[in-house]
């Protein structure tokens, strides 16, 4: 039997979906959306469905953005010759914090990880590939995974692919753990790994 009315407990179920939201969480902040006042909750409601519908990927970048091309890609002041390769937008927001890498990004929105489910067209490398063909001026890409089995082989898949371009293909490898991830790096660490990035072109 549950214990909460179906309403209130379609909306823990719902925050519980949430990733990092244990049930527990999940009906703390059930209960304090719901002792909100009425215009709170309705601003939050609105504010998630404003997102969901003013937010789409950058037809260059792959990143979530407002406006295309998003802010990174129109900055004049940007690197133009380098892209950053990761696999989500938060990814950015980590290498963004350490203000070492004035290039470009390619979001993949995942890894291509098969035996996870994830293939080749699951993930942005096709687009990766097409704007590496359209735009020569990229002369370096790099390979800014998460340090995982999957972001590795990631990477080394994409320097074979890349093999004959001619563009060198780095990886940030050394100082982060393997298993870990970017976003959970310290910027001392990040930093060094940036600065000490591997040649891994094939
Ligand atoms: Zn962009």
């Known amino acids: 039997m549950a214990r909460y009315s179906p309403s209130i407990q379609d909306l823990i179920n719902r925050l519980g979906a949430l990733p990092g939201i244990g049930a527990k969480s999940a009906t703390r902040v059930a209960l304090h959306i719901l002792n909100m006042p009425e215009e709170d909750a309705k601003g939050l409601s609105d504010s998630i469905i ?14 979530l953005t407002d406006s295309d091309p998003c802010p990174i890609c129109s900055d004049p002041s940007r690197d133009k010759t380098t892209v950053c390769v990761v696999e989500s937008p938060r990814d950015i927001l980590t290498m963004e914090r350490i ?20 293939a080749i067209a699951d993930i942005t490398l096709n687009q990766l590939i097409e704007r590496l063909t359209l735009h020569p001026e990229i002369n370096e890409v790099i390979m800014a995974t998460n340090p995982t089995i999957e972001g590795n082989a990631t990477a080394l898949y994409v320097s074979r692919l890349l093999s004959n371009s001619g563009i060198k293909i780095t990886r940030l490898a050394s100082g982060l753990p393997l298993g870990s991830e970017l976003e959970f790096s310290n910027d001392y660490t990040l930093t060094s790994a940036f600065k000490g990035r591997v040649d891994i072109t094939s």
Do not use: M
């Open 50 to 63: 404003n997102a969901r519908k003013n937010t789409f990927r950058c037809s260059v970048c792959q990143n």
């Open 99 to 118: 203000h070492e890498y004035k290039g470009l990004y390619h979001v993949l929105h995942g890894v291509y990880d098969p035996a996870g489910g994830k």
